[in-house]
T-cell receptor, first 114, second 113 residues
């Protein structure tokens, strides 16, 4: 089974600064999908960004971008110009091309300070 | 466009009872997945339905079951509730292609006493 590891239980960043959340995964597959989800206190999981493994180009969504290193099985999330509303739990998730389940990491709690 | 709707938002049940949770996906989405979220185990996949057929199932006991109706709405049922079933149950929908990602509902908080 594929495992997803988020090694930072908590991170803190000042408003307007940049922060990077780490994620590594273990898989023997060559084609898969990776996601970052955000879960604020309202508890609804919100899709932040997704990456298709066969694409070399790193995905970007406004202030959010990823650094996808396929050989290293690393998928980090960079948040630029951090805002107070970015404070939440962030989950990294893996989905294989042959299944329909998301495998989640344990999450990173991001605190944004003024 | 309405999001994924889960009802009820909160439930309190007694050990040994059974419970049914409901999920209405985004209009046009044919895939519905269910996840259990607990502080100890994190987010765990329960099962996924597509066009009324279960396509994938996680590693949960048979007390956990689900179904999907022709309008794509889904229900999950937990029988003979145990204290350890207390959790946030999240439903997610997608058009059916994983490439699009999944849209989650706000969840049902189940407390077993």
């Amino acid at each position: 089974a594929q495992t997803v590891t988020q090694s930072q239980p908590e991170m803190s960043v000042q408003e307007a600064e940049t922060v990077t959340l780490s994620c590594t995964y273990d898989t023997s597959e060559s084609d898969y999908y990776l996601f970052w989800y955000k879960q604020p206190p309202s508890r609804q999981m919100i899709l932040v960004i997704r990456q298709e493994a066969y694409k070399q180009q790193n995905a970007t969504e406004n202030r959010f971008s990823v650094n996808f290193q396929k050989a290293a099985k690393s998928f980090s999330l960079k948040i630029s110009d951090s805002q107070l509303g970015d404070a939440a739990m962030y989950f990294c998730a893996y989905s294989s091309n042959s299944g329909y389940a998301l495998n989640f990491g344990k999450g990173t709690s991001l605190l944004v300070t003024p | 466009k309405a999001g994924v709707t889960q009802t009820p938002r909160y439930l309190i049940k007694t050990r040994g009872q059974q419970v049914t949770l409901s999920c209405s996906p985004i209009s046009g989405h044919r895939s519905v997945s269910w996840y259990q979220q607990t502080p100890g185990q994190g987010l765990q996949f329960l099962f996924e339905y597509f066009s009324e057929t279960q396509r994938n199932k996680g590693n949960f006991p048979g007390r956990f079951s689900g179904r999907q109706f022709s309008n794509s709405r889904s229900e999950m049922n937990v029988s003979t509730l145990e204290l350890g079933d207390s959790a946030l149950y999240l439903c997610a929908s997608s058009p059916g292609d994983r490439n699009y990602g999944y849209t989650f509902g706000s969840g049902t908080r189940l407390t077993v006493v």
